[in-house]
């Protein structure tokens, strides 16, 4: 069974940059895919970023912002966010797919105040 767990969410003024992380269970160069996903409140989850064949796509209005980074030997996955604004707040969740199945974590708030 795979497991994310996510750190590094907090209150953060506008301007500013946080950096998230994903520690995995496995190995996650098993991982078909690694990315992460935001649901701000009243809204549906959406795509922040996404990791597969070796290449990350980002969503419109984080591109040039935010940077996926990994770091193999832990087993885990960054998200830089730099300037920040607020309609970057939300809970963002770790996500993996590994074969046909979906995993994801436990999620970590992220508020951004104006």
């Known amino acids: 069974q795979v497991q994310l767990v996510e750190s590094g969410g907090a209150l953060v003024q506008a301007g500013g940059s946080l950096r998230l992380s994903c520690a995995a269970s496995g190995s996650i160069f098993s991982f078909n895919a690694m990315g992460w996903y935001r649901q701000a409140p009243g809204k549906q989850r959406e795509l922040v970023a996404l990791t597969s064949g070796g290449s990350t796509d980002y969503t419109d209005s984080v591109k040039g912002r935010f940077t996926v980074s990994r770091d193999n030997a832990k087993n885990t996955v960054y998200l830089q966010m730099n300037s920040l604004k607020p309609e970057d707040t939300g809970v963002y969740y770790c996500?993996?797919?590994?074969?046909?199945?979906?995993?994801w974590g436990q999620g970590t708030q992220v508020t951004v105040s104006s």
């Open positions: 996500y993996a797919k590994w074969r046909q199945a979906h995993y």
